[in-house]
């Protein structure tokens, strides 16, 4: 049997599950401001995921990367949930909305 595809989807939905408060928090506390940081985590992600001889690995980072670089779009859109009222807006960060 093998239990890679099982392995691959598991970490999968735990990634993503994991990167969906992280965009949340980030956008509380800290706005689009560290935006590059997503972008930095995921180039670095992907390319190590190229040099990595297990596939297993290297998909689950490869995943990883993705999801990071996935995060910078959600974390905008995050930015415009809150202005529509979706989400809870940082009362410290209050004028930063009004842009």
Known sequence: ????????????????????????KTEYYTGTRFWWIFLIIGLISLLSALFIANSLYSAILGIFGASSLWSIKELFEQCDRVKKGWFPMNPKRKNEYSK
């Open 1 to 24: 049997m093998h239990f890679s595809g099982i392995i691959i989807a598991i970490s999968c939905f735990l990634i993503i599950g994991i990167f969906h408060p992280i965009v949340i």
